[in-house]
């Protein structure tokens, strides 16, 4: 029970860490590029524009991240008077970030915004910068996308480590490379159309140096 209880803290460091970067505020201080083009995000899917001009997209429970709704929202809007501050809230690829009554919270966009925040995720789930499409984790030698289905939507993710590195630290690298990527993957599939309650990911992670195995998770866990 224990170590159950220091792998959560872990992972809710790990995705502390990557919070930020996955709400893409525009709050860094990266010039806001398109990264979407070879090997990048293929889905085209377009969900409807309402009548105010705006994309709503829910996200479920399971995919706040460690966090609360309104943990969220409060970040974001934190982040938000900083951007504005600093004169760089044009480059917010949403318009902001509402936690629901029920958990979940909605992202408010327009269509010109839409891909990009797409694109965003597409490379936050398999441990890239969104700005350069670099891997961002030193210790990390390849991380592929598997099973795409016809809509180009991965469902899969195969990661590939320096083994010495990942066991100096093993729950905290075992998150970083497993539980941080599920989640950034998992906000990419509700964006190309995947209903929240059918998000799924799973996550292999290898010996970059044997090719072994060393770890298989499937996500979102369930009952635990």
């Given at each position: 029970m224990k170590q159950k209880r220091r792998l959560q803290k872990g992972a809710a460091l790990a995705?502390?860490?990557?919070?930020?970067?996955?709400?893409?505020?525009?709050?860094?201080?990266?010039?806001?590029?398109?990264?979407?083009?070879?090997?990048?995000?293929?889905?085209?899917y377009m969900p409807p524009v309402n009548e105010d001009g705006q994309i709503v997209i829910t996200m479920p429970k399971t995919l706040l991240g460690g966090k609360t709704a309104e943990e969220l929202e409060a970040e974001d809007k934190e982040q938000r008077q900083t951007a504005a501050q600093e004169g760089m809230l044009d480059q917010a690829v949403y318009n902001a970030l509402l936690a629901n009554e029920d958990g979940t919270f909605n992202y408010y966009l327009t269509e010109e915004q839409y891909p990009k925040l797409k694109a965003g995720y597409y490379w936050l789930g398999c441990l890239r910068d969104p700005y350069t499409a670099e891997i961002s984790q030193e210790f990390v030698a390849a991380a592929d996308y598997t099973d795409l289905d016809e809509n180009s939507v991965p469902w899969g993710l195969t990661v590939s480590v320096d083994a010495e590195t990942y066991y100096s630290m093993e729950m905290w690298y075992s998150a970083v490379v497993t539980v941080v990527p599920a989640v950034m993957l998992g906000r990419y599939q509700v964006l190309c159309g995947v209903p929240g309650e059918e998000w799924a990911v799973h996550v292999t992670v290898k010996d970059a140096e044997s090719g072994e195995t060393i770890l298989e998770n499937d996500f979102p866990t369930r009952g635990e």
């Open positions: 995705l502390s860490l990557l919070l930020l970067l996955g709400s893409l505020a525009g709050c860094g201080d990266k010039p806001q590029e398109d990264v979407s083009g070879a090997e990048g995000p293929t889905n085209t």
